[in-house]
């Protein structure tokens, strides 16, 4: 199909779009009302969202959103089985970095222009990675997870949880305590102090990475989000692209990314792109192939926007046009 002018459509808004651009939804809203017969939805929860679109019935999934809404959509598709046969539509509302895996897939980030090409654009087939437990991944896939997994030479920014020992810093802090002096309670030290101290050491030690480990984002004190970023050296992975060994444990690699999508002229099939960087500004290994192996020491890897891991080893391939979504035409 190649225009929905006239064809019914569930437009499903997620919240977050909502309380970040209002004007942006209401605009969006409009236009697609003009051009064909849309039911709106407004969840307020995944499982909510979840439940409006297993009941769509005949009508075109329309999400308005960032690349997180994009994302629980395709999922709940793929984990359904659903997929292959539901092209999807999207409207980006966010900032420039919550919808860069839409404006890399090729969707428009100005709203007009994005309605309307739900209206009049095309179909187009898009390739996707899954792996063996049963994730999938849109536009990119990189190791270690964190935003800069290409970084600076002599190792990547990459996220660090906050401990259990942060959060009871935080809580016995000055300001937890109302902004009195440290340590002390009107002049007083109190008789659990030392015993909180002595707990606190012990969650760092039983907390603290191993060397040239990180651990994966996770809510909480220390930062924004709880997430803070700390340096580390390359991690010993070992690296197969269709059985070709890319990588040994022998050799430290400062980032892997796998992009789907690229085709290959030899023999017409999809593969993915897969480039390994080296620390220190070695010249990368870049080849393609329709399934990458990573093992080694516990790992994390950014799925588009989500985090993963982590794991030991974990096996990504090439899904050729599992998924179809509106374009505008050429």
Known sequence: MDSVRGYPLL???????RSTDGEAVRIAKDVLCAGAGAKICLPEGPEEFARMLARRGQRRPVVIGDD????????????????????????PVGSPAAVALSRTLGIPTDTVAAARAVLDGGERPMDLLTDDSDGIVLGSLRIPGGSEATGAGRGAS?????????AADAADSPA????????AVNGHHPWWKPYARTARTALSLLGAPAGGRWAAPRAGAGGRGGVRRTRVPGQRLRIEAD????ADLDRPVRGV?????????????????VVVHWPGGA?????????VTVSGADFHY?????????????????QPAAWRLQLPRD
């Open 158 to 166: 990459v996220p660090r949880q906050s401990s259990a020992a942060d």
């Open 68 to 91: 997180r809404a994009l994302l629980r959509v395709v999922g709940l598709l793929h984990k359904e089985r659903e997929l292959a046969g539901v092209p999807l539509s999207m409207v």
């Open 283 to 291: 010249r990368p290994v870049r080849t393609r192939a329709r399934a």
């Open 176 to 183: 937890a305590r109302g902004g009195g002096p440290v340590g």
């Open 257 to 273: 990314s796998v992009v789907p999508g690229r085709r290959s002229a030899a023999d017409g099939g999809e593969l993915a792109e």
């Open 11 to 17: 437009v499903v808004i997620d919240p977050d779009a």
């Open 302 to 318: 950014r799925a588009d926007a989500l985090v993963g891991g982590p794991v030991r080893t974990r096996t990504w391939t090439v």
């Open 243 to 246: 059985g070709v060994l890319l």
